[in-house]
């Protein structure tokens, strides 16, 4: 099986100690409608001790009940039956239960008896109702005493035969009657948690809340170990996290290792290829200049072209100009006129003209002074980059 295989079928069966069914006594007991699991659970004990000729102390018990039932099918079994050595060897097992309860999970139909056939006879497993069996009953084979030859197969199959007649017989009411040969066993499930049993064709799923009531040990026991299973799963999956953060831990260093020689790489082909693209940045940038030097000049005929306008229409009549220069650091697109006016209200018509000329980006008035309608002022005009060609007017 492959490890994706593997990974879908999910964790492997559990290991499940089935004890023999003759061992058992068993008892539906009634239930409170609307019990909880733990109401279920105390009341069963309540009733298990009621009916039974031995101390509830003295047993191994278990049950089986689903929410909602009014009933729940208790088995139980007086320690003494069970040997030193019998115990001993259900350590490490999830779960311990006679043969029978490993069935009651099925989605059984009504009137349905299950014949669970097995070394020491034959077990009759009776719904009523589709919920909790009614009854659980169980014929042993004949013995043969010691020294006797086995019995032939036809006298085992006859007694089989019989047994198994009489035993739809006291279930009462059977529609249908299933015979199971062979024992039931664990089998993967979606949960670590969960049990599945499969005998034939009969599939009984039980999840957690199911097999923690039927488990036949003492109950004690049962919650120290189910509290060891619980850290040894949290330390489990601890271990798994910290087994995948290392491998992400493997894999970033590889790809950091991968990194630095796709790094090396690249600083060999840049150290061969540096002197190459420094001699095409420098002719690059030694053409830039050159052509800077060839277009991008002062243009100072052209600028004021623009700023006067075409025939002085620009300009109003009541502003002359004194003086036009450019201010060192101010560029190539800037231009300072100092004007004088004889008219100061001519000053703000005349910068609104020239902000409205395309070319022109801004227009400052700086160091007015005025003397009654006669006035001084600066001017500086910015053009935009490229707006004004050599030897062409705005």
């Avoid at 050595?85 to 490490?92: D, P, R």
């Avoid at 006067?308 to 231009?335: C, D, H, Q, W």
Wanted: glycine letters at 8%; aromatic letters at 8%.
């Amino acid at each position: 099986m492959s490890f994706l295989a593997t990974l879908r079928a999910g964790p492997p069966p559990p290991k499940v100690a089935l004890l023999p069914d003759g061992l058992f006594f068993t008892r539906a007991l009634p239930v409170a409608v609307g019990a909880s699991p733990a109401e279920a659970a105390a009341q069963v004990e309540l009733a298990l001790e009621a009916v039974s000729p031995f101390p509830i102390a003295q047993l191994f018990y278990g049950y089986f009940w689903t929410p909602g039932a009014e009933t729940a099918f208790t088995f139980a079994a007086y320690r003494r039956r069970f040997t030193a050595e019998q115990i001993a060897a259900w350590s490490g097992s999830a779960l311990v239960l006679p043969s029978f309860a490993a069935l009651l999970g099925a989605e059984a139909k009504p009137a349905t008896t299950v014949i669970l056939a097995s070394p020491e006879g034959l077990t009759a497993i009776h719904w009523t109702d589709a919920r909790v069996p009614a009854s659980v009953l169980f014929r042993p084979l004949p013995a043969t005493p010691d020294g006797t030859p086995e019995p032939e197969p036809a006298q085992l199959e006859e007694a089989r035969a019989r047994l198994r007649a009489e035993l739809i017989r006291d279930a009462g009411g059977s529609h249908t009657v299933i015979d199971l040969t062979a024992p039931p066993t664990a089998e993967r499930a979606r949960s670590d948690r969960d049990v599945t049993f499969r005998s034939g064709d009969w599939v009984s799923p039980l999840p957690a809340t199911v097999t923690a009531a039927l488990d036949v040990r003492d109950k004690g026991e049962l919650a120290s170990l189910r509290a060891a299973r619980r850290r040894d799963i949290m330390l489990w999956r601890v271990t798994l996290g910290c087994a995948a953060a290392l491998g992400l831990f493997a894999i970033g260093e590889l790809g950091l290792i991968g990194g630095r020689a796709w790094q090396k790489v690249r600083d060999t082909q840049f150290r061969t290829q540096r002197p190459l693209v420094e001699k095409i940045m420098t002719s690059d940038a030694l053409g830039r200049r050159i052509d800077d030097l060839a277009t991008k000049r002062l243009l100072p005929w052209e600028m004021m072209m623009a700023v006067i306008g075409t025939n002085k229409a620009t300009l109003p009549k009541e502003i002359y100009f004194g003086r036009v220069y450019t201010t060192p650091g101010s560029g190539i697109y800037t231009l300072s006129i100092d004007a004088q006016t004889t008219s100061v209200s001519t000053i703000s018509v005349y910068t609104s003209a020239l902000k409205a000329v395309a070319g022109i980006e801004s227009v400052e008035t700086r160091g007015l002074q005025a003397r009654g309608e006669n006035a001084t002022f600066t001017l500086v005009i910015t053009f935009k980059s490229d707006a004004i060609k050599p030897g062409a007017l705005l």
